[in-house]
Nanobody, 122 residues
């Protein structure tokens, strides 16, 4: 069993930056892929970014060049640095993990965090 806990959300203005963190605890074995998804009100959850244990990354087109995903494997932690935030980035951001990189990109995750809210508004 793996527990994921996100932190770092908040309310910011357009153009601002925000950093999210997610720590895996419990029995975090084989955290090959760790990543982020988001869900805006009334919308389906969508993929944001994922990073493999060895450093391979993949991003949604909507966040490419603005968001950066990093990991500290020793701390079982994944981060999401968000720059030049836009109102359309407003959503609840969820951390997820999977033993298979592309399965996580496709949204297949047994483990999900509770999410952290990000609001981008002027």
């Amino acid at each position: 069993q793996v527990q994921l806990r996100e932190s770092g959300g908040g309310t910011v203005q357009p153009g601002d930056s925000l950093n999210l963190s997610c720590v895996a605890s419990g029995r975090p074995r084989n955290l090959e892929a760790m990543g982020w998804f988001r869900q805006a009100p009334g919308e389906e959850r969508e993929f944001v970014a994922v990073r493999s244990r060895r450093g391979m990354m993949f991003y949604a087109d909507s966040v490419k060049d603005r968001f950066f995903v990093s990991r500290d494997n020793d701390k079982n932690t994944v981060y999401l640095q968000m720059k030049n935030l836009k109102p359309e980035d407003t959503a609840r951001y969820y951390c997820a993990t999977h033993a298979d990189f592309w399965a996580l990109v496709g949204g297949e995750s047994v483990y999900w965090g509770q999410g952290t809210q990000v609001i981008v508004s002027s």
